[in-house]
């Protein structure tokens, strides 16, 4: 195994993994919040408890995230030193402000975890709006450096191939930046939402049918349901800006090897890079065109305008497209029938329903994770698009599958461990039964 090999699975193991907490720090934190709200606003301490247990599971995420977060930035150092010494100047600013926004989570989640009885309802319901929000800034801050790698704006090269005449914003002028940011929070709400939406499923088959348990289900099936209709809007956009800078990464996506006016639409297929073919797809006549350009005779460029060598992975690209895709659009119809459901019959009563949030749960976190893959792989031979490749980022240490023989056991650890804290907090009592909580207040 070649160290660029094993710096790259290595990277792409710890992404994967930390992805999990950072969707969790920005989502969960605005549940919490709706919670305490409604306990705020009707009394029912229902709404309390659920806000309780939201708290010490995000909590819980949040230390282990810190863990696998602070492991993964030394990855970078460890791994890509050429890119951090080309690079460190432009995109130390965001990291630096990603890592005040962690310390303002960190602070204000210790008081809202241990300020239910020592503030009033209200100030301790605003001590986690910080949470919920330095939680979404420290995502946006992360996707301003990714935005400024597919895209990178604000310097210019001098005769050596060296960083001159720095924009000190450089990393937020991307014209990427926003829409990314936009997209992969979007997708960390989904994700969340429908996976809490499954556990709470699973409660009711097992006969939980309960105020606490229908409450959960609904609170996060109205985040999960809102964002993944916003996420159709946001998908088209995005889509459209890949086109315009980075056509070779959406000519992957959608498998084109020729280009042509009228461009269809691929579902499924199996790319045949060789032979630059599509076996076994489906195509809809002029319908890639129409989506990135609303015009059905639109010209889409194909993977033959691109030398070979700056090409990614075309099947990779393609199926983790597809696997996104499908997974959002099969999310957007579970939201659909719960709240058809809702709105006419019980929840409580739809078994059916039920065992498809179950079965719907993870479906979030798969289309995010093939998401990333998407925007990562697509990316490639490139660390910094058309600036620096991949293979000349990388360390020239040669023992690097040690370095990830031990962030593997790291990482195995840490999901032991999150498993086992997690069942223990599920069994555990009600917060109604804690001391540590205050008494619902009717209208506080």
């Not at 977060?69 to 030193?81: D, I, K, N, V």
């Not at 020239?396 to 023989?405: K, N, T, Y």
Request: a neutral charge; charged letters at 15%; glycine letters at 10%.
């Amino acid at each position: 195994m070649d160290q660029l090999f094993a710096a790259r699975t290595q990277m792409a193991f710890s992404l994967a993994f930390h992805m999990i907490f950072a969707a969790s720090g920005i989502a969960m934190p605005l549940l919490m919040l709706i919670a305490e709200g409604l306990w705020l606003r009707t009394g029912q301490p229902h709404y309390r408890d659920l806000a309780y247990k939201w708290a010490k599971a995000t909590g819980l995420l949040f230390a282990i995230g810190a863990v696998s977060g602070t492991a993964l930035s030394f990855e970078l150092g460890l791994l890509w030193p050429r890119f951090m010494e080309f690079a460190g100047s432009i995109i130390g600013p965001a990291f630096a402000l990603e890592g005040f926004a962690f310390f303002i989570e960190a602070i204000f989640l210790g008081l809202y975890l241990y300020g239910w009885k020592k503030l009033s309802p209200f100030a301790h319901w605003l001590t986690g709006w910080p949470v919920a929000i330095s939680g979404l800034l420290s995502g946006i801050l992360v996707v301003a450096v990714n935005a400024w790698m597919q895209n990178p704006t604000g310097f210019e090269l001098d005769s050596a191939g060296r960083l001159t005449n720095i924009d000190p914003l450089a990393t937020f002028r991307s014209p990427l930046w926003i829409q990314m940011s936009i997209h992969s929070s979007l997708s960390c709400y989904i994700a969340v939402g429908f996976a809490v939406a499954g556990i709470y499923a699973a409660g009711m088959l097992r006969g939980r049918a309960e105020a606490y348990h229908r409450s959960a289900i609904s609170i996060s099936m109205a985040l999960a349901a809102i964002t993944a209709v916003l996420q159709l809007i946001s998908g088209d956009i995005n889509a459209r800006l890949v086109a315009k800078y980075q056509p070779v990464k959406l000519a992957a996506m959608e498998a084109l090897f020729e280009t042509q006016a009228g461009a269809p639409l691929l579902i499924g297929g199996i790319p045949d890079e060789a032979a630059g073919v599509v076996r076994f797809g489906i195509e809809i006549p002029n319908g890639l065109s129409l989506l990135i350009a609303h015009d059905p005779h639109a010209v889409i460029q194909g993977l033959n305008d691109f030398p070979p060598d700056q090409r990614p992975d075309v099947a990779v690209t393609h199926y983790a497209f597809q696997i996104m895709v499908g997974c959002g659009f099969a999310l957007i119809g579970l939201g659909l029938w719960f709240w058809w459901v809702y709105r006419r019959w019980s929840v409580a009563d739809s078994p059916w329903l039920l065992r498809a949030l179950v079965c719907g749960a993870p479906l979030g976190f798969v289309a995010l994770e093939a998401g990333w893959i998407v925007t990562e792989v697509g990316r490639q031979p490139w660390t910094i698009y058309k600036v620096m490749r991949t293979v000349k980022a990388v360390t020239p240490v040669a023992d690097v599958p040690g370095s990830l023989l031990i962030f593997t056991v790291l990482y195995a650890g840490l999901a032991v461990a999150l498993v086992v804290l997690l069942l223990r907090l599920a069994r555990e009592k009600l917060p109604v039964e804690d001391s540590t909580v205050p008494e619902a207040r009717h209208g506080a």
